[in-house]
């Protein structure tokens, strides 16, 4: 569906070449011969062995023996879709990239989310971090922003990352656990390796536990740099804002979440953009002068550091929609390879020790998750630019290359390919100024490892703070080993001693006896309190059983639907629900399947006393959404199911007479997200 309502692009024109519809054809082999027969090996007799000489059953046993490849080593868990980005005006001043100069230009992009730490089959609403690539085919090449949705990182040097990885993995002589940090590796690795202070602040944050891959921000992370036609070099950070805003779920929701849905990202994902609801994102820069590199209390080099919004605003200079989903995920999603080295003109790299190492890993992976050197022959992979070089043979090698030349430089071929200049597009490293000796060493400016964390925790909103006390208590209440629980409660002392204190007594550790980091700032950008609140495609269940007033329900359905909030009716059985007017409702799903944690807001329009089972499911569909802070409304005879244990009493629950005041309420506690300062009975 979403094919038809996709205006085409340049990539789109690619993959279309590449794009098979086998529906309505006769079966062949992949030699092109047309199969007879498949449902029978080809047998000595009908009850006699297996032949050899079946060339057919070969063929397609041994496909199928080779249809895995090794999963991702981190980020297995994914999923993407195609769409465009256009810049909002020319960054001429900054960057010569050509994408990001002409306000007409649509580029064609791939963007992939995913977990860091689970496997490819994991539930993906795990606390972890998010990956947030992107893809832009544009014409000077692609240009890959691999980021997270957690602007640092847990360590400031590459060479760390297989030990970081490794402890945060699932244990090695057992497996356990799947997709989660709550173990004693990951933990031991926090306290023994303290840089990891501040990101894990943001992993024990709401942050980690998104609503939706479209209410998540991204980050590049590292520090990179533009640079401009005259090469002048000016450092930036970038940033991905979620048109719908920032938003999470609570814990005990996801957790429950990933077994009542572990597809719930993706699937919000591919309906969203089945529906035309198409996800949008604005790329924003923070954008500081090559002078001011030292202008601060932390080295911007660090990758353990945020620039403050509040310091160095984010200029939002463009926006992404996504808008097809894939037609194949093997073939796209599991196939596309990122690569944070995938650079166009205009774009280059910081010192930044991090991103250093990772301009090795992402080809050196892809060598072996997809079996050779020639992945970026791979549709998904492939530029929409032109691409010639004398790299020739390989593994699964595509490209038939004409003529006798590999190799230069060369008379037999005019020198050719050639080198192209500066003003031919050729790429030119930024020619900073490096001098030093060789040292295995980390810079002082990189020390303070405590700083921002206590920032993230100041600029946190009481509930937030909650959440994270939570978080902390519950990973550390995991662990088995106690003197570990107590190496991370006396870190985090360092952090906050409000957070420290509160975790110790929840997993019965010592109360640490230092002193935080003192620093008494705080970043309003960085609470989820402050996001964009808006209405829009949230999902609402609608409790109903029959003889409903059918005018007034119609009435409020009509509403939700002109703000793009999306009703659907829940019933105690499959079928048609008969309200009075002769209003019919058709129900989507039953309590068996479908629960409160897959919708954002309930509405109650039956209370249905008489049917025992209706009423008890119904109450505790609404309890339970109610004890994770979403709104609830009522009309009708549904009021006396939210009067039990005085939930109508409570924020964020609206009952009222009048169908349009209900509706307008009911809408606003919707946008609200969540109504934490609600008491959960
Ligand atoms: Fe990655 N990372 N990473 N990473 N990363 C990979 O590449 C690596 C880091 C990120 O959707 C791997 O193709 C090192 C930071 C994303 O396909 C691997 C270091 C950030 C994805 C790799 C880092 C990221 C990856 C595994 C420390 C945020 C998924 C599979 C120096 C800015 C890409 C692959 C996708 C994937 C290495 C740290 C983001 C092994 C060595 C910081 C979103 O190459």
């Known amino acids: 569906m979403s094919d038809e309502r996709n205006q085409t692009n340049s990539k789109q024109e690619q993959l279309k070449e590449h794009t098979r519809d086998d529906q309505g054809k006769k079966l062949t082999t992949n030699q092109g011969l047309k199969v007879s027969e ?23 046993m041994t496909h199928f023996d080779h249809e895995r490849i090794p999963e991702r080593i981190v980020h297995a868990r994914g999923f993407a879709a195609h769409g465009e980005f256009e810049v909002y005006e020319s960054m001429k001043e900054y960057t010569k990239a050509g994408f990001l100069q002409n306000p007409e230009k649509k580029t064609p992009v791939f963007v992939r989310f995913s977990t860091v730490a689970g496997s ?49 993995k699932p244990e090695p002589h057992n497996e356990i656990p799947q997709a989660a940090s709550a173990h004693d590796t990951f933990w031991d690795f926090v306290a023994n390796n303290q840089e990891s202070a501040h990101m894990v602040m943001w992993a024990m944050s709401d942050r980690a536990i998104p609503r939706s891959f479209r209410m998540m921000e991204g980050f590049g992370v590292h520090t990179f740099r533009f640079v401009n036609e005259e090469g002048k070099s000016h450092f930036v950070k970038f940033h991905w804002k979620p048109v719908l805003g920032t ?78 989903n894939v037609d194949n995920v093997f073939a796209e999603t599991e196939q596309v390879a990122f690569h944070p080295g995938h650079v166009v003109p205009g774009i280059d790299f910081s010192n930044d020790p991090l991103l250093q190492g990772r301009l090795f890993s992402y080809t050196d992976t892809q060598l072996s998750r997809l079996g050779g050197p020639n992945f970026h022959e791979l ?44 003003s031919e597009g050729g790429y030119k490293h930024y020619q900073e100024k490096m001098e030093g000796h060789k040292v295995r060493a980390r810079s002082d400016s990189f020390k303070d490892h405590f700083s921002q964390a206590t920032l993230f925790w100041n600029s946190m909103s009481k509930p937030e703070k909650d959440h994270m006390t939570n978080a902390f208590s519950f990973e550390l209440g995991k662990l088995e080993n106690a003197s570990v629980q107590q190496q991370v409660v006396d870190m985090f002392g360092n952090v906050s001693m409000e957070l420290a204190t509160n975790v110790a007594y ?176």
Not at 125 to 132: C, H, I, T
Not at 142 to 154: E, K, Q, R
Not at 287 to 312: A, H, S
Not at 394 to 415: E, F, M, W
């Open 120 to 168: 490819r089959g994991s539930g993906e609403l795990a606390r972890d971090a998010r990956g947030f690539s992107t893809k832009f085919y544009t014409e000077e090449g692609n240009y890959d922003l691999v980021g997270n949705n957690i602007p640092v990182f847990f360590i400031q040097d590459a060479i760390k990352f297989p030990d970081l990885v490794h402890a945060l």
């Open 379 to 422: 549709p998904i992979n492939r530029p929409v630019c032109p691409f010639h070089n004398n790299q020739r043979d390989g593994i699964g090698r595509q490209t038939i290359n004409k003529g006798q030349v590999s190799y230069h430089n060369n008379s037999l071929a005019a020198n050719t390919p050639e080198p192209a200049s500066e």
């Open 247 to 324: 938003h999470s779920v609570v814990w005990d929701e996801a957790q429950k979440l990933n077994g009542k849905d572990p597809d719930f990202h993706r699937r919000d994902l591919w309906e969203a953009i089945e529906n035309g609801d198409y996800p949008e994102y604005e790329l924003g820069v923070q954008i500081l002068p090559e002078e001011d590199e030292f202008k601060f209390d932390f080295d911007i080099l660090d990758p353990t550091k945020l620039w403050p919004e509040e310091d160095i605003p984010v200029k939002l200079i463009g926006k992404m929609t996504l808008n097809r």
């Open 506 to 681: 929840a997993v019965g550790a010592n109360t640490p006896n230092g002193e935080d980091s003192g620093v008494t700032k705080s970043s309003p950008a960085l609470s989820q309190e402050n996001t964009k609140k808006k209405p829009d495609t949230r999902k609402v269940a609608v409790i109903v059983h029959s003889d409903f007033n059918g005018e007034k329900v119609r009435g409020v359905l009509t509403r939700l639907k002109a703000d793009n909030i999306q009703p659907e009716i829940l019933s105690g059985r499959l079928g048609i629900v008969k309200g009075s007017e002769g209003i019919e409702l058709e129900v989507d799903h039953t309590f068996l399947t479908a629960d409160s944690v897959l919708f954002d807001a309930v509405y109650v329009v039956s209370d249905a006393k008489e049917d025992k089972a209706f009423y008890k499911q119904a109450s505790y569909f609404i309890h339970e959404a109610f004890s994770h802070f979403k709104p609830l409304g009522a009309t009708g005879e549904g009021k006396k199911l939210l009067k039990q244990d005085h939930i109508e009493k409570s924020p964020g629950v609206v009952i009222d007479e009048d169908t349009e005041e209900f509706a307008t309420n009911f809408i606003q506690a919707i946008s609200a997200h969540r109504h934490w300062d609600r008491e959960v009975v």
């Open 38 to 60: 498949d449902e029978f090996s080809l047998k000595a007799g009908t009850r006699g062995p297996t032949l050899m000489e079946d060339f057919h059953f070969r063929e397609k």
